[in-house]
């Protein structure tokens, strides 16, 4: 049995995202395309995924947690975890260490945090997408530290991926790779490969998913509403396609 994924996803906190994807528009829209599990990951914060926990369960998601990491070489890296409490524990560390350049809303959009019904809680100071105070050699062990795993972010792309920024997919703790597209342009160096939608507008949600062969029952041994399990989750991962 496989499952439809989508591990890469902002809301209304990345400030490159629209006001009207809200966690609850997000898993909303997921669901009625199809996705099964399902990632929020907005820039350098999980302080949206409280809301997207309690909006999944309504509409049937299996719920990861996590953010899109901006490294010191501006590299993306998808954070994910299956524990709330774990992406917003590490979410508090890598706001501590991220540049503390102030946003600008009206010259780079808003960054706002909501409740399950769309209320604004707050918003965020720094400009979320700049760079953290670690490097891409560091992050994957400071994720496993938290208890989650590390993707590198649309390495085929020419902006902020690895390719970009250093010429190459690099070796490291890696539990998949994400390409815009399948197969990939560059040298994965046989990773397993996923793609992901990068969702920042609601017509951009579930534009890229990719088949994780897995049972629910495999990925969330208690049932409906509990945490999925990581291990279960990689071994999935594991199964997907891999190129040289």
Request: include cysteine; charged fraction near 20%; aromatic fraction near 8%.
């Amino acid at each position: 049995m496989s499952l439809l994924a989508d591990f890469h996803n902002h809301s209304c906190l990345s400030p490159c995202g629209s006001l009207d994807l809200s966690p609850r528009t997000l898993a909303e829209l997921a669901a009625a395309r199809g996705v099964r599990v399902l990632a929020l990951t907005d820039h350098n914060s999980g302080l949206n995924c409280p809301a997207f926990a309690k909006v999944c369960s309504r509409y049937g998601i299996i719920p990861l947690f996590g953010l899109e990491a901006t490294t010191q070489e501006e590299i993306h890296v998808l954070c994910i975890f299956t524990g709330l409490e774990a992406a917003l524990s590490f979410g508090e560390y890598a706001y501590s260490i991220i540049t503390p350049l102030p946003n600008d809303p009206e010259k780079t959009g808003d960054q706002v945090y909501v409740d399950e019904e769309d209320n604004i809680e707050g918003e965020l100071e720094y400009f979320l997408p700049g760079a953290l105070d670690i490097s891409v050699e560091g992050i994957g062990g400071k994720v496993a530290e938290y208890g989650g795993m590390v993707i590198p972010a649309h390495v085929d792309r020419s902006a902020f991926s690895m390719t970009s920024q250093l010429g190459v997919v690099v070796d490291g703790p890696w539990a998949a790779i994400e390409c815009v597209r399948l197969p990939p342009s560059v040298d994965t160096l046989g990773y397993p490969l996923i793609t992901s939608s990068d969702a920042h507008y609601p017509e951009h949600v579930a534009r890229r998913p990719f088949e994780l062969d897995v049972s629910p029952e495999e990925l969330i041994p208690a049932g409906p509403g509990g945490e999925a399990d990581m291990a279960a989750l990689k071994r999935a991962l594991e199964r997907r396609p891999r190129f040289r």
